[in-house]
Structure formats: structure tokens, C-alpha cells
């Protein structure tokens, strides 16, 4: 108890001698805050001091030749801005457009390559620019920048206005004649002296020195952006260097904007693919009926959604709708089949297959990342009457679409020297196989567990192309006859429509195979087709059977055809 109270009391002390210390410290801050400096007092002592005449002294003997010299003041100088060069930004193309065409000075013509071959010429010369264009004039004939400098050297007449060359020359192939100033041509002598006089007139008004200009202009010297100044410039650099570690960084971390997880995977291509296809034909006998005489056609439509994470590629699934039908035929040729289903293309990603070229620039096995492995689920719809058939199919198995050598090649592509060129310069081609299985086949067999093998290959040639006057649609016609061997074979039925095979003859014309078009699929892969099948008969698989009655050995066909993304 004793021991008890005494803690108590040395307690209830120590805490008022803390309060005393307390107010001590305070008491003393009052009194110091009388006597001491405060912050601002204290610069203006310590200017007070600075003002402080210095003390003369006698100079001595060892420092007789020194001179006291007062302290030194800074000066800031007021920034210049610099007179924007008016000279140079009439006459001369800024160095970020010419740049961005890939330009080179060839005795002070500005020359960017820009092919064509309905032009016969390889470079073009800088004309004028503003905004964001910058006009070109094409230099036929002049195939390397070498013939392009001969040409200018024997071509070339200069004339002086005001300490400005003016330059004249005549374009190749009996072209223009033009006046150059710089990078700015002219139709006539006048328009270029009246243009310096002014831009002269407007360096005066604004204080500038006009031959400085035109002096300063000739040297070839990036000019930077007057309201840029170098540390802006350096900042930006290190911010761009700084953003792009994060982003690697982040990339390999597999952080970004998009959720990771089982419906988020990186698709080969668009996330959404519409792909559309179709044909329509008049044919004499179908190879069922030598008085068919009649149209059919058919209209596919697949819609793709990408994304969930599979090995090697992701797993898409997609819907798929079939339109086909038939002037005159049995009921059942005419109907709309809707899918629903999801496909695996596992090669579509390998890039080894697309750059394996071992004979020439030929993509040998390119083809085979085309192969598409899918399930799917359909209804059938009949247009006409209704049948017994079965209108429900469970199918699973793979296909396989390509073509090549049916687009334009690149405007800076060379005439062809060698066998392999030649053949991707002239020769064309198409395959097509599916191979799959059917539950019910939409047979009259409930269970007909059908497997069905269709091959399509079409090879054939581009002729030389016809010239047509000018015209909206095309500069030329091409014709591009090709020979097709086609087979199908059915495991469950031997309707012959399902088991035949036959090499046919044909010439295709694409109207709007054009760079006019080029960006528009829905134009340029529009195909117009004349073709006689079969070269020996059609032949069928299975000759004997009660289902393969009807049967005409030869047809005769006309039609349209059109794609859009197919595959």
C-alpha cells in the first residue's frame, strides 16, 4: 500500500513539473520573439549591410597594378524572337513532309518515288503544297534517280529575279513547262516574280531582311517549331521514352485495359467479323435436266465473334445463315439454313507458314493457316412447300478456303524477269475443300451419320489487259480463262449432285479489279463467269445406284459471283 502511494505522488509530480518546464519555454519565446530578428527583418538587415559603402584603402605596392572592381550584377537579357523566315515558308516544303514522302534532293528539285505503270514512271517532282497535301508532277520514262539527275542536268535553264533563281524546265514525254522557286512551280514566268515580289514586300513590313532569307533558306537545316523551345523539346522526348517502358512494362505483365480471363482472349484479326459470299448463275441443264434453262444462286452470311482463350488460337463462335434457291426445281432445293456453332482455326497465327518461300517469293504454305475446324447446329427452312425430310443437323468437320494472285500487286513492283515472278505477275488460283460430318445429313433418315468430302480447285491465267477509254469504273480489261476440277463424294446417299467430279473450262472478268476500288471488297472481288463443264463428261461416283437416275453429263453456265471477307 505504502509502495502504492508513493508511485501516485511521483506521478501527480512529475506532471506538474512538466506543465512549469512548459510554460518556461514559453515564456522564454515571448521574450526572444522581442529581441530576435523575424524573417523578413532579417533580409532587410542583411540587404542594409549589402548597401554598405565599402571602405577605401591605399592600394600597396605589390597591388598597385590591380584595380578594385564592385561586385558584378547579373543582367538578364530580354529574349529575341527570331523573324520567321517568310522566304522559306512560300518556296519550300516543310522537311516533315518531305520526309513523310521520301523525298531526295536532286539539284534542288525536290523527287519522291511514287510508281505507276499507267504512267510508265517510277519518282515525281514536288509541285506545291499547303495544308496537309503536297502535289507531285510524274517524270515518265526516268526510271532511276540517276536518269531523273542526266535529264534535269540537260534540261535545266535558270534565270535570276531580285538574287532568286528561277528555274525552267520541260517534264519528260512532251510534259508541262514550269517554273520553279524553290519547291513551288508556276505555269508562267510572271506569277513567280509577282509571288517573290510580294513575300519581299511582307519580309519588309515585318522588319525581316529578305536576301538573309533567301540566303538562310538555301541551307538545308530542319526548322524547328518557333513555339517549341529546347527544353520543351527535351521534355517531351523523355515523357514519350518514359510512357513507352511503362507500357512494355505493362505489357508483359499482361495489364491493360481489357479483363484477362476465359472470354477475353487475343482473337487473329477483328474481334467482329461479318463474312459474306454468294453467286447467282443461269445454266442450261444444272446436270439434272436438258431443259433446266434456268437461274439459282445463293447467299451466305457468317458472323464471327472472337475471343475465348483456347491453345494456339482462340475459339470463336459464330452464327451462319444460307439462303439458296432454285427457278425451277424440287421443293427442297430451295431453303434457308441457320447455324449456330463455333470454329477453331489453330494456324492461323503461324507466321512461319506465311514467310516460308522457297523458291522465289512464292508463299508455298500460306494456305494451310486457312484450315478451319468448327461445330455447329442448324434448322432448315423450305422457301416453297413443305417435305418430310428431316429440318434439324448436328455437323462437325473442317474446311478450307484460298485464293492468290487475284490482287492488284504493289504499284512499286517490278516487271517481272524471272520463271517464279512471272508465275505471281500472270497466274491465279481458288480451293475450296469441306469436309464434314452430318447427323442427319436433312435427309429422310433420322440418323444418317453422313460424311461428305467436296474438293474445288481453279487454276487459270490473267491475259494481257485490253485498254478502255476513261471511265468510272475501269482502265482496262482483263480476262482470266481457268480450268476447275471439282469432286464430292457422299458416304450415306448417292444422289448425283453429291457425287460427282468433272474438270470444266471457264474465263472469269473482275470489272472493278482496280485501285480505284481497291478498298472496297464488296467491288473489287465482284466476278463475272462464263464456263462449260464438263472437258470429258461429268462423271458420278456412284453409277449404279436407284438415286443417281437423273443425271446429264455437261452444262453450260453464266453467272456473278461476290465475296467479302470469306475467309
Avoid: C
Wanted: charged share 25%; no cysteine; hydrophobic share 40%.
Amino acid at each position: 500500500m505504502k509502495k502504492r502511494r508513493q508511485t501516485i505522488f511521483a506521478l501527480i509530480g512529475a506532471f506538474f513539473a512538466s506543465i512549469l518546464f512548459s510554460g518556461a519555454l514559453f515564456a522564454q519565446t515571448l521574450l526572444s520573439d522581442q529581441s530576435d530578428l523575424k524573417p523578413a527583418e532579417l533580409d532587410q538587415e542583411l540587404e542594409t549591410a549589402m548597401k554598405t559603402e565599402p571602405v577605401s584603402v591605399a592600394p600597396s605596392q605589390e597591388s598597385s597594378s590591380e584595380v578594385a572592381s564592385e561586385p558584378k550584377l547579373t543582367v538578364v537579357k530580354e529574349k529575341v524572337t527570331p523573324k520567321p523566315n517568310l522566304f522559306a515558308k512560300t518556296f519550300f516544303a516543310a522537311p516533315s513532309k518531305k520526309s513523310e514522302s521520301i523525298a531526295t534532293d536532286v539539284q534542288g528539285f525536290t523527287i519522291v518515288q511514287t510508281p505507276s505503270r499507267k504512267m510508265d514512271a517510277e519518282f515525281a517532282v514536288i509541285t506545291d503544297f499547303g495544308g496537309e497535301v503536297v502535289k507531285t508532277r510524274y517524270l515518265p520514262g526516268l526510271k532511276t534517280i540517276d536518269d531523273v539527275n542526266d535529264y534535269i542536268q540537260n534540261n535545266l535553264e535558270t534565270s535570276d529575279e531580285g538574287g532568286v533563281e528561277i528555274r525552267k524546265m520541260t517534264l519528260p514525254a512532251g510534259g508541262a513547262t514550269l517554273y520553279w522557286v524553290g519547291d513551288k512551280a508556276f505555269t508562267n514566268l510572271e506569277d513567280a516574280k509577282n509571288l517573290i515580289a510580294k513575300t519581299r514586300q511582307q519580309a519588309v513590313e515585318i522588319g525581316g531582311n529578305f536576301d538573309e532569307m533567301v540566303a538562310e533558306a538555301q541551307v538545308p537545316v530542319e526548322i524547328e517549331d518557333e513555339y517549341v523551345t529546347q527544353f520543351d523539346q527535351s521534355y517531351i522526348s523523355n515523357q514519350k521514352k518514359e510512357e513507352d517502358l511503362v507500357l512494355k512494362w505493362a505489357d508483359q505483365m499482361d495489364l491493360g485495359e481489357q479483363t484477362w480471363g476465359p472470354f477475353h482472349g487475343d482473337p487473329a484479326g477483328e474481334p467482329i467479323l461479318w463474312q459474306s459470299f454468294g453467286e447467282t448463275s443461269w445454266r442450261k441443264t444444272n446436270l439434272e435436266d436438258n431443259k433446266f434453262n434456268s437461274q439459282i444462286g445463293y447467299w451466305s452470311n457468317r458472323l464471327v465473334f472472337k475471343g475465348i482463350r483456347f491453345p494456339l488460337n482462340t475459339l470463336d463462335p459464330f452464327l451462319e445463315s444460307t439462303v439458296s434457291m432454285e427457278a425451277v426445281s424440287e421443293d427442297f432445293k430451295s431453303k434457308a439454313d441457320f447455324f449456330v456453332g463455333v470454329e477453331w482455326r489453330p494456324l492461323a497465327r503461324n507466321h512461319w507458314l506465311a514467310n516460308y518461300r522457297p523458291i522465289g517469293n512464292i508463299k508455298l504454305l500460306e494456305w494451310v493457316r486457312n484450315y478451319r475446324f468448327f461445330v455447329k447446329y442448324g434448322d432448315r427452312k423450305n422457301i416453297k412447300d413443305e417435305i418430310s425430310a428431316q429440318d434439324w443437323d448436328l455437323q462437325a468437320g473442317v474446311q478450307l478456303f484460298y485464293e492468290f494472285g487475284v490482287e492488284l500487286p504493289d504499284l512499286n513492283q517490278p516487271a517481272p524477269e524471272n520463271f517464279t515472278e512471272y508465275l505471281q505477275e500472270f497466274v491465279w488460283g481458288e480451293y475450296f475443300a469441306d469436309y464434314h460430318w452430318a447427323k442427319t445429313d436433312f435427309s429422310l433418315d433420322k440418323y444418317s451419320h453422313a460424311w461428305t468430302f467436296g474438293n474445288s480447285l481453279m487454276l487459270g491465267v490473267k491475259l494481257p489487259g485490253i485498254p478502255l477509254p476513261d471511265n468510272v469504273i475501269n482502265d482496262e480489261i482483263v480476262l482470266m480463262p481457268y480450268l476447275r476440277l471439282e469432286s464430292s463424294v457422299n458416304s450415306a446417299h448417292a444422289f448425283h449432285f453429291q457425287n460427282t467430279y468433272y474438270v470444266s473450262a471457264g474465263v472469269r472478268w473482275m470489272p472493278f479489279r482496280t485501285w480505284r476500288h481497291k478498298e472496297n471488297e464488296w467491288l473489287s472481288k465482284v466476278k463475272i463467269f462464263g464456263e462449260w463443264l464438263a472437258i470429258g463428261k461429268a462423271q458420278s461416283v456412284k453409277q449404279d445406284s436407284s438415286e443417281n437416275q437423273a443425271f446429264v453429263r455437261n452444262d453450260l453456265r453464266f453467272g456473278v459471283s461476290f465475296a467479302s471477307r470469306r475467309y
